[in-house]
C-alpha cells in the first residue's frame, strides 16, 4: 500500500495558554447580518475584558461566536483577556492580569525581579432582553475562581436611545467597595451583610458562599456613538474604592472615569482616564468564530447534464471513475461492488469535512459515470479498513435535485445514512491495505505564567511513521526532535511543593527539557467494528511521553444518534525521562466509563462525562462541554472531580482546561480534513489526571455521528 506524504501543523501546550487564529479578515461586528443580533452600539470592551465601559462591566452582549483579544495598560496594572461570545446569552472570558508594583514571589532564585502575575475567569449571562419598553438584564460573576484579584458580581440593566446607551448596574465584592447603597440581600438575611475574606482550599475553586454578599455599590454610566463612525465616547461613575487593591491602596481624586474608543478594520483602540489621576489605553482585535473561513481553490461539484448512460453496467470506466472521485471528490476508493441496479463503493473521505458536500461530490461523479440502469448507490465511508457508515444515494431522485427539475432542490432528500448493511460487509474486501506510512508536523509549546519568565516556549517537529497489516493492524511511533527553545530559563523541573499524590504530571518539565531528540511514542494497535454499532480497539507500547503499557477500549456509537457511550481500561508503568527506553516503578490501573451527548435543547454542543479511576490512583468524574461554530472551530472547558481533597491537590484545587480546537481546512487553499487542538490548563497538578492514549475511538468514529467537521 502506498501512502502518500502529509505535513500538518500540530500545537501543543503545557500549562497556562490563551491563543486564537483568524483565517479571514472579519466583518466589521457592525456590519455582520441581523442573524448574529449585534447591538449597532455599545458593543465595546471594558479594560479587564468584556463588554463594559472603562472599568465597570455592562449587562450587553457581543455577537454570538466573536471572540476578542485585547490587551490594556495603565500605571499598575497590565491586563491581556480573550472574550468569547458562546450563546448569545453567555459571555465568558479569561485573563491573565500583570500587577506593577508586586514581584512574582519574595525569593529571587525563585522567580527573579518578574512582577506578580495572575489569571482570572469572568462568566455573564442575559436574562432579559432589550426590547421596545424593556432594558437588557443581565448578571455576571468576574474572577470568580482562584485568588479572585477581582472577585466581583453584578446585575446590569442597559437600554438605547438613539446613538445612546444607557447602563445601570449594581455591584458585590471588588465592584462594590465603596458601599454607596445599601445590599437588598443583607435586607433578607444577615447572612448576606457581611463578605468572607480570603479563598477556599488553593484556589481555582467558586466560592459560591461569598456570591452577592458584603457592601454593594451602584454604578454606571453613558456610552455614546458619535456622528463619526469609528469614535466611541464613554462616560462612567464607579462603586469600587481602591482602598485594598492588589497593587496596593490606590488613590482615587474622582469616582468618574472619562474615555474613547476609536474602530479601524477589525481593531478597537482605547483611551481613559482614571480616578481622576490615572491614564490608560488599550488595544482588542475582534473576528467572529461562525465567519471564519479560507478562500478555497477548488472546481465546483461536476454538473448533471440531461443525457442518459445508456450503457451496461460491463461498461464502466472504472479507471477514470477512481480518479474521479478521489481529484473531484476527495473520496479514496478502496474496493467496489457492482450489479446491474445498484453500486456500492467503499473508501475514505480525505478532503471534504462536511458530509452534505462530501455525499454530493461523490453523488454527481457516480450519476454521471454509471449507468442509467443503476438505481441506487451505496456509499460506504471507512477509516482505514474499519467500515464506519453507509449512505444510500436514490440515484434517479438524486439526479432530479442535481439537474434543478425541482421547484426547491433540496440533494439531502434524495438520500439516508444508516449503519453497514450485511450485504455490504458480505462484499467488502479491501486491497492494498498494507505498507508503509510517514508524516511529519511540526509543533509548538508554549507556556504562560511561570515563575522563571512569564512566557516560555519550545518548537520543532514530530516524525511519525508505521507499517499497516492489513488497515486494521499497525505498529506506529514517533520522534519529536527540538530545534528551538528557552526552557532552559527553568530554575526547576520537579514540582517542590508537597503532595501526598503519586507525581503522575508533576514532573512533565523533565520530560520536555531532558533531551532534544526523544521518543514521543512506539505502540502496536488494533481497531475494528466488531458487532451493529459497536467498535473497539486495544493498543500497547510506549503510549505517550510519560507513560506506556497495555490498553483497550469499547465504544457503541449509532448512526447519527445524539448518544454514545462506553468504556477503556488501561494498565500503564511511568516512563524515564533519562532514558526513552526505560521504565521507573510506579504502575496503575486506570480507566473511565464514558457518555457522549450533543442535547438538542442545546445546537451544536457536545457534554462528555467520563467517570473512572486516574493516575494518581484517585477516583471521580471528568465533565467536559464543547461548543460547535459554523467554521468548525470548537470550544470547550473540562473539570475533573475525584476523591482528593483541594488540600491534597495543591494550588487550583482541582483539574480544569479549556482547549480551541481548529481545522485544517481554514489553514488551507484546499479542502482538508482534521484539526488540531490548542488547550489553555491554568493549573496542571497531580489529581484528575488521564492517560493520553494514542488513539480515541470517539473521534476515529467522528463520522458516525459528526460533532467536529
Known sequence: MSRKKRVTMKTYYLVPITAALTIAPNVNAEAQSEEWNISPVGSSLMVHGGTGLIQTPTSRMLAEGDLRLNYTDNDEYRFWSATLQLFPWMQTTVRYTDVRTRLYSPFPGFSGDQTLKDKGIDVKFRLLEESYYLPELSVGFRDFGGTGFFESEFIGLSKQAGNFNFHVNMGWGYLGTTGNVSNPFCEASDSYCDRPGGFTGNGGKIDYQRFFKGPASLFGGIEYQTPWEPLRLKLEYEGNNYINDRAGSLTQ??????????????????????????????????????????????????????????????????????????????FALSTSHIKDNE????????????????????????????PE????????????????????????????????ETLE?????????????????????????SGFFTGIEAFWIQTFGNPEEFY??????????????????????????NLLQNFDKFNFTTDRAPSTLPRVRTNIREYVSGSDITMENLY?????????????????????TMYGGVGGELLYRPVDSNLAFGFDINYVQQRSWDNDLDFFDYKVLTGHANVFWQPEFLPDTLLTVKVGQYLAKDKGVTIDFAKRFDSGIVVGAYAAITNVSSEEYGEGSFTKGFYLSIPFDLFSLKPAKGSGKIPWIPISRDGGQALNRPIELFGTTNERSPFAR
Do not use: C
Not at 461536476?302 to 474521479?324: A, H
Open 253 to 330: 481624586d474622582s469616582k468618574w472615569n472619562f474615555g474613547a474608543n476609536y474602530s479601524w478594520n477589525d481593531f478597537d483602540f482605547s483611551l481613559n482616564y482614571q480616578r481622576g489621576n490615572t491614564i490608560g489605553f488599550g488595544v482588542s482585535y475582534n473576528f467572529n468564530l461562525h465567519t471564519l473561513s479560507q478562500i478555497k481553490v477548488d472546481k465546483p461539484p461536476r454538473p448533471l447534464s440531461n443525457d442518459k448512460n445508456e450503457f451496461g453496467v460491463t461498461d464502466i470506466n472504472s479507471q477514470r471513475l477512481t480518479q474521479d472521485l478521489y481529484y473531484q471528490a476527495g
Open 409 to 433: 432542490p433540496n440533494l439531502a432528500e434524495s438520500y439516508k445514512r444508516e449503519d453497514i448493511s450485511q450485504d455490504s460487509l458480505d462484499h467488502y474486501n479491501p486491497k492494498n491495505t
Open 373 to 404: 440502469s443503476v438505481d441506487t448507490y451505496r456509499i460506504v465511508n471507512t477509516a482505514g479498513s474499519v467500515p464506519m457508515v453507509e449512505t444510500v444515494v436514490d440515484a434517479q431522485e438524486f439526479k432530479r435535485q442535481a439537474r434543478y
Open 524 to 544: 502496536l494497535h488494533w481497531n475494528d467494528r466488531i458487532a451493529e454499532n459497536l467498535y473497539a480497539q486495544v493498543y500497547g507500547g510506549y503510549l505517550e
Open 456 to 481: 516560555l516556549y519550545q518548537a520543532g517537529v514530530m516524525v511519525n511513521g508505521g507499517y499497516s497489516f492489513d488497515g486494521k493492524t499497525s505498529v506506529a511511533g514517533t520522534i519529536k526532535a
Open 343 to 370: 453500486v456500492t463503493i467503499f473508501g475514505q473521505q480525505t478532503s471534504y469535512r462536511y458530509e452534505d458536500e462530501a455525499t454530493e461530490r461523490v453523488g454527481r461523479i457516480l450519476a454521471s459515470e454509471l
